[in-house]
């Protein structure tokens, strides 16, 4: 039976350790021969403790703890090591953190009538999201026609009438049409949180009663743009929130990574039921979760019907949940909601049947903010 080695060289000019894994052999089918991974060259964060995947179940495994005290060393993992790097940062996975998403910027009042347009109406929908059991609220400004709007007059306005009704922490939008100059202002407002689009895609919903689709435009987001936006975050001291619609959009956050634009742990949302981004069942929405360095935080956005299954399995999975009229309007027992309040409500109890608890505003600055500093 062979026995991983890791042998540590010099640490490279960055500080980072190099260790090569070599002669690893992983769990195989019955009959088949003995698979040996290759020799394979990882950078590891000084003081990090390389352990093998919970995928793969190896006939045996060996852990390098590294400690050096100069130095920070890089991120950088490299997609043919084994192993997944252990991540300092403790993650209860106790605590659900509940989001909402109070108003969007495509649907209207027509729609459902509890939609809110002005700021006073956002910030009444985000006391009732908070004092319901939400910590964060996710935020589009519209005008008071409720057409969007990237004015960051508005987006103030936004944030002191939120802000003067409960301490709920504020998360922006940045995704959607617009130059860039427009929907990056607002972030000098330092919200606590933004939404950071991780990649390009058709963006559909199809009705397949009416064969046509509800809406269907192509949503692009270079990786130009996402750094740009990623740099912005980190000059106002904003959480990166990386909205991710499929697999390949949750790996490119190791560009962001290997730049130094993201602080652990990292905070992956995973969008699910729309057209054209990964397929809403719990089965993908467990390939996502995987796909996270360990000791992140994540949680689902279900859109329309899916939400409530998909917060199920989210929940299941030791994951976060966002709820809201943005993403759906109706609760679990197909009534329209009459508020983002009684969505977050449902949430709750869905929180109390996976035997979780909903953290409380402190427990989700301490999840995501191990070291202080929150906007």
Known sequence: ??????????????????????????ARAAGASPASAASTGVAVPTGSKLTRPHAASPESSATATL????GQGTTRL???CPYRKASTVADDNTKVILSCALTGAVTTKKHCAAIPYTPVEIAEEARRAYEAGACVVHIHARNDDGSPTWAKPVFEQIM???????PVLINWST????PMSER??????????????????????WNAAKQQFAFNFVFTN?????????RTMKEHNVKPEMECFDVGHTNSHRVLAELGLLAAPYHFSFIMGVLGGIPATARHLAFQAEQVPVGSRWKVIGISREQWPLAMAALSLGGDVRVGLEDNFY??????AKSNGELVAAAVELVKLSGRTVATLEDTKRILWPEGGAN
Not at 222 to 230: N, P, R
Request: negative net charge; aromatic residues 6%.
């Open 184 to 205: 990056v202002s607002h972030l000098a407002l330092r919200p606590a949180i933004a939404a950071l689009n991780m990649g390009s895609m058709n963006y559909a919903k």
């Open 222 to 230: 270079s990786f130009d743009d996402i750094t740009a936006f990623a």
């Open 160 to 166: 002191a009438e939120t802000k003067a009704r409960c």
């Open 1 to 26: 039976m062979q026995i991983a080695s890791a042998i540590a060289s010099e640490p490279t000019a960055s500080g980072a350790w190099v260790v090569e894994v070599t002669n690893t052999t992983f």
């Open 175 to 178: 995704g959607g049409g617009g």
């Open 67 to 70: 400690t050096r005290t100069a």
């Open 78 to 80: 490299d997609r043919l």
């Open 331 to 336: 609760l679990p027992n197909g009534e329209m």
